[in-house]
């Protein structure tokens, strides 16, 4: 999913509102992520990376 970013110049939403209306949400802290079996249990969510 993209959102909007001082590096965007179209018409799009902040990650913010799309962020409200999910129910577990974590911010990464970088642009990237691993993703084990582990991660793939329970309930999911939603994981926000940063942009460069």
């Not at 129910?23 to 992520?33: F, H, I, L, M």
């Not at 309930?43 to 942009?51: A, S």
Request: hydrophobic letters at 40%; a negative charge; zero cysteines.
């Amino acid at each position: 999913m993209h959102y909007k970013t001082d590096a965007l110049g179209f018409p799009i939403q902040p990650v913010d509102d799309f962020l409200k209306l999910m129910e577990r949400v974590e911010r990464a802290g970088s642009t990237t992520v691993e993703i084990g079996a582990s991660d793939l249990e329970g309930t999911p969510k939603v994981v926000v990376l940063d942009y460069e």
